[in-house]
């Protein structure tokens, strides 16, 4: 992976060039940022630098035989892990190292991609995959081994944040008396659900969301895209190239979520004096819970979204609207009006917490229909 392929960001490669290069390399780093911002593509250019003995600002004048490595993620010194789920070829007791073919063909085809991108790649995006004691226990023996190349061992853990409790005990030994010239770097886009004890043992980077005029840029060089087509994708992807990159490729419909919004804000509307609409929101509740947990999760996602540019729109803060429907007989400006600062915050924080309890197994139907129910008032109460 050369830096001059990862988008922005300069700050920070910049940073990580020079603290290499003068032989400052904490043991263990935490790359914080959004979906979308880089931290998988930086940390690889990062493990690249490092274990080649790079000295050039794009990943060069160093061991070439080590770079070539590099293209395939096949280095013998790098290690990852990721969150992961069993399969028909898997049946119990799932590891990263079962499924390291589909990571390496995953990562080289986006980079940038998400977690739930890895789940479709894998075919079980209706599951919530995590990090288990199974994965803490191969990081044990891979950094016991002395390296290949008799410099650094690396070990990438991406989506650290669903390292269940068991495993995060072991990656924490691990990180207080770490084996000589091992280098952990930690990948979150959730910098509060990691234990405070792992946090506080890295040395902590902050990536922020790109800018438009590098996605819009990237758009015009990668997919020749007019300057209109490209500014307007960008500004849809707000700082988000994994979400650019699916809207250039027009991939986005695996799920109608935009039906589904609409489908639920119109039986919320009818559902004020009217007990027949109950029976469409119970439908439609049960509709979602037939849904996988992460997707379901995606969706009441795409709902916060949704709510926000309405509420975006109601106060005249169009230039910060990037949302276009395409539901017959659904108008953004008739709905806006609805969304307003007496119930937008309750609206989110019902729907955070929809979330929040569907990523921790509550019954999906239960919570959606009482999701339903709280939107009917909610979305009547006047500013």
Same mark, same amino acid.
Request: aromatic letters at 12%.
């Given at each position: 992976?050369?830096?001059?392929?990862?988008?922005?960001?300069?700050?920070?490669?910049?940073?990580?060039?020079?603290?290499?290069?003068?032989?400052?390399?904490?043991?263990?780093?935490?790359?914080?940022?959004?979906?979308?911002?880089?931290?998988?593509?930086?940390? =690889?250019?990062?493990?690249?630098?490092?274990? #080649?003995?790079?000295?050039?600002?794009?990943?060069?004048?160093?061991?070439?035989? #080590?770079?070539?490595?590099?293209?395939?993620?096949?280095?013998?010194?790098?290690?990852?892990?990721?969150?992961?789920?069993?399969?028909?070829?898997?049946?119990?007791?799932?590891?990263?190292?079962?499924?390291?073919?589909? /990571?390496?063909?995953?990562?080289?085809?986006?980079?940038?991609?998400?977690?739930?991108? /890895?789940?479709?790649?894998?075919?079980?995006?209706?599951?919530?995959?995590?990090?288990?004691?199974?994965?803490?226990?191969?990081?044990?023996?891979?950094?016991?081994?002395?390296?290949?190349?008799?410099? &650094?061992?690396?070990?990438?853990? /991406?989506?650290?944040?669903?390292?269940?409790?068991?495993?995060?005990?072991?990656?924490?030994?691990?990180?207080?008396?770490?084996?000589?010239?091992?280098?952990?770097?930690?990948?979150?886009?959730?910098?509060?659900? %990691? %234990?405070?004890?792992?946090?506080?043992?890295?040395?902590?980077?902050?990536?922020?969301?790109?800018?438009?005029?590098? %996605?819009?840029?990237?758009?015009?060089?990668? &997919?020749?895209?007019?300057?209109?087509?490209?500014?307007?994708?960008?500004?849809?992807?707000?700082?988000?190239?994994?979400?650019?990159?699916? =809207?250039?490729?027009?991939?986005?419909?695996?799920?109608?979520?935009?039906?589904?919004?609409?489908? /639920?804000?119109?039986?919320?509307?009818?559902?004020?004096?009217?007990?027949?609409?109950?029976?469409?929101?119970?439908?439609?509740?049960?509709?979602?819970?037939?849904?996988?947990?992460?997707?379901?999760?995606?969706?009441?996602?795409? #709902?916060?979204?949704?709510?926000?540019?309405?509420?975006?729109?109601? &106060?005249? %803060?169009?230039?910060?609207?990037?949302?276009?429907?395409?539901?017959?007989?659904?108008?953004?400006?008739?709905?806006?009006?609805?969304?307003?600062?007496?119930?937008?915050?309750?609206?989110?924080?019902?729907?955070?917490?929809?979330?929040?309890?569907?990523?921790?197994?509550?019954?999906?139907?239960?919570?959606?229909?009482?999701?339903?129910?709280?939107?009917?008032?909610?979305?009547?109460?006047?500013?």
């Amino acid at each position: 992976m050369q830096f001059s392929e990862i988008l922005g960001q300069d700050y920070i490669k910049n940073h990580l060039i020079k603290s290499a290069l003068l032989g400052r390399i904490p043991h263990a780093q935490l790359f914080v940022g959004p979906e979308g911002s880089g931290t998988l593509a930086m940390a =690889i250019a990062y493990a690249q630098f490092v274990l #080649c003995n790079n000295t050039g600002n794009d990943n060069n004048n160093g061991n070439e035989s #080590c770079n070539l490595k590099f293209k395939s993620l096949s280095h013998p010194d790098l290690h990852f892990v990721y969150p992961n789920v069993t399969n028909e070829d898997v049946k119990s007791k799932p590891k990263s190292a079962d499924f390291i073919i589909d /990571w390496r063909e995953f990562v080289l085809q986006n980079p940038y991609g998400s977690l739930f991108d /890895w789940y479709k790649h894998l075919g079980v995006q209706n599951k919530q995959g995590e990090i288990r004691v199974e994965d803490a226990q191969d990081i044990l023996k891979s950094l016991a081994l002395k390296s290949y190349e008799g410099g &650094y061992k690396i070990m990438i853990v /991406w989506m650290v944040d669903k390292m269940n409790i068991a495993a995060s005990n072991k990656l924490l030994k691990l990180l207080e008396e770490p084996p000589e010239k091992t280098l952990f770097l930690l990948i979150t886009e959730s910098e509060e659900d %990691i %234990i405070q004890t792992i946090r506080s043992r890295c040395q902590v980077t902050h990536f922020s969301a790109l800018p438009e005029s590098i %996605i819009a840029k990237a758009m015009k060089e990668i &997919y020749f895209l007019d300057d209109n087509s490209a500014f307007k994708v960008a500004h849809q992807a707000q700082g988000n190239y994994n979400k650019a990159l699916h =809207i250039v490729k027009n991939d986005n419909n695996d799920f109608p979520f935009e039906k589904w919004f609409i489908e /639920w804000v119109r039986a919320a509307f009818r559902a004020k004096g009217n007990a027949t609409a109950i029976h469409d929101l119970i439908a439609w509740s049960e509709e979602i819970a037939g849904l996988g947990r992460e997707a379901q999760k995606q969706f009441l996602n795409y #709902c916060i979204v949704f709510f926000r540019q309405a509420m975006l729109y109601n &106060y005249n %803060i169009e230039k910060l609207v990037y949302l276009e429907t395409n539901t017959p007989n659904f108008n953004l400006e008739k709905f806006a009006p609805f969304v307003n600062g007496s119930n937008i915050n309750a609206i989110f924080n019902e729907l955070s917490d929809a979330i929040y309890h569907i990523e921790r197994n509550g019954n999906a139907k239960i919570i959606l229909t009482d999701l339903s129910i709280k939107l009917t008032r909610l979305i009547h109460k006047n500013e």
